[in-house]
Protein backbone atom coordinates (compact mmCIF):
# COMPACT_ATOMS: atom_id res chain seq x y z
CA UNK A 1 0.00 0.00 0.00
CA UNK A 2 3.05 2.31 0.68
CA UNK A 3 4.80 2.02 -2.34
CA UNK A 4 1.44 2.44 -4.45
CA UNK A 5 0.17 5.35 -2.71
CA UNK A 6 0.05 8.50 -5.21
CA UNK A 7 3.58 10.92 -4.70
CA UNK A 8 1.86 14.39 -4.02
CA UNK A 9 3.58 17.10 -2.64
CA UNK A 10 2.42 19.32 0.40
CA UNK A 11 2.54 23.16 -1.38
CA UNK A 12 4.63 23.60 2.13
CA UNK A 13 7.24 21.69 0.15
CA UNK A 14 6.57 23.18 -3.25
CA UNK A 15 6.95 26.72 -1.57
CA UNK A 16 9.76 25.90 0.48
CA UNK A 17 12.01 24.27 -3.09
CA UNK A 18 10.66 27.55 -4.63
CA UNK A 19 12.24 29.86 -1.56
CA UNK A 20 15.48 27.92 -1.96
CA UNK A 21 16.16 28.10 -5.86
CA UNK A 22 15.11 31.94 -5.83
CA UNK A 23 17.75 32.27 -2.82
CA UNK A 24 20.21 29.91 -4.43
CA UNK A 25 19.84 32.02 -8.16
CA UNK A 26 19.85 35.45 -6.12
CA UNK A 27 23.60 34.53 -4.58
CA UNK A 28 24.57 33.67 -8.05
CA UNK A 29 25.07 30.06 -7.30
CA UNK A 30 27.28 31.20 -4.37
CA UNK A 31 25.12 30.75 -1.62
CA UNK A 32 25.42 27.24 0.96
CA UNK A 33 23.21 25.76 3.01
CA UNK A 34 23.78 27.87 5.88
CA UNK A 35 23.25 31.01 3.49
CA UNK A 36 20.19 30.06 2.01
CA UNK A 37 18.88 28.79 5.27
CA UNK A 38 19.61 32.48 6.72
CA UNK A 39 18.33 34.08 3.96
CA UNK A 40 14.73 32.69 4.25
CA UNK A 41 15.13 32.79 7.99
CA UNK A 42 15.27 36.64 7.90
CA UNK A 43 12.21 36.68 5.38
CA UNK A 44 10.26 35.36 8.25
CA UNK A 45 9.87 31.27 7.78
CA UNK A 46 11.73 28.77 10.45
CA UNK A 47 14.34 27.51 8.17
CA UNK A 48 17.23 25.11 9.35
CA UNK A 49 20.59 24.58 7.44
CA UNK A 50 19.89 20.84 8.14
CA UNK A 51 16.62 21.35 6.17
CA UNK A 52 18.22 23.96 3.62
CA UNK A 53 20.66 20.68 2.84
CA UNK A 54 18.09 18.21 2.18
CA UNK A 55 15.92 20.57 -0.49
CA UNK A 56 19.49 21.51 -1.67
CA UNK A 57 20.35 17.80 -2.26
CA UNK A 58 16.80 16.57 -4.00
CA UNK A 59 17.13 19.71 -6.21
CA UNK A 60 20.74 19.39 -6.75
CA UNK A 61 21.62 22.52 -6.22
CA UNK A 62 26.12 22.34 -5.05
CA UNK A 63 27.92 25.91 -3.97
CA UNK A 64 29.74 27.46 -6.27
CA UNK A 65 32.41 29.97 -5.27
CA UNK A 66 33.03 32.81 -7.60
CA UNK A 67 36.81 32.61 -8.85
CA UNK A 68 39.24 35.15 -7.75
CA UNK A 69 40.41 37.73 -9.76
CA UNK A 70 43.71 36.77 -11.54
CA UNK A 71 46.19 39.60 -12.65
CA UNK A 72 46.81 39.23 -16.28
CA UNK A 73 50.99 39.58 -17.17
CA UNK A 74 52.05 42.66 -19.29
CA UNK A 75 52.22 42.23 -22.82
CA UNK A 76 54.93 44.26 -22.74
CA UNK A 77 58.07 44.36 -20.00
CA UNK A 78 58.80 47.73 -18.64
CA UNK A 79 61.54 50.10 -20.56
CA UNK A 80 64.73 50.76 -18.61
CA UNK A 81 64.82 53.84 -16.72
CA UNK A 82 67.88 55.70 -16.97
CA UNK A 83 69.70 56.86 -13.69
CA UNK A 84 69.46 60.57 -13.65
CA UNK A 85 70.59 60.97 -9.83
CA UNK A 86 73.39 58.89 -10.56
CA UNK A 87 73.27 57.12 -7.43
CA UNK A 88 75.21 53.97 -6.87
CA UNK A 89 73.18 50.81 -6.33
CA UNK A 90 75.88 47.92 -5.63
CA UNK A 91 75.89 47.42 -1.98
CA UNK A 92 79.40 46.38 -1.05
CA UNK A 93 79.06 45.87 2.90
CA UNK A 94 76.31 45.25 4.95
Known amino acids: YWCKKPKTQSEEDVRLRALVQEAHSVSNGSAGARTIASIITNSGIKFSRYRATKLMKKLGLVSRQLPKHRYSKAA ?7 NHLDRQFAVTAP
Open 76 to 82: QEHIEIP
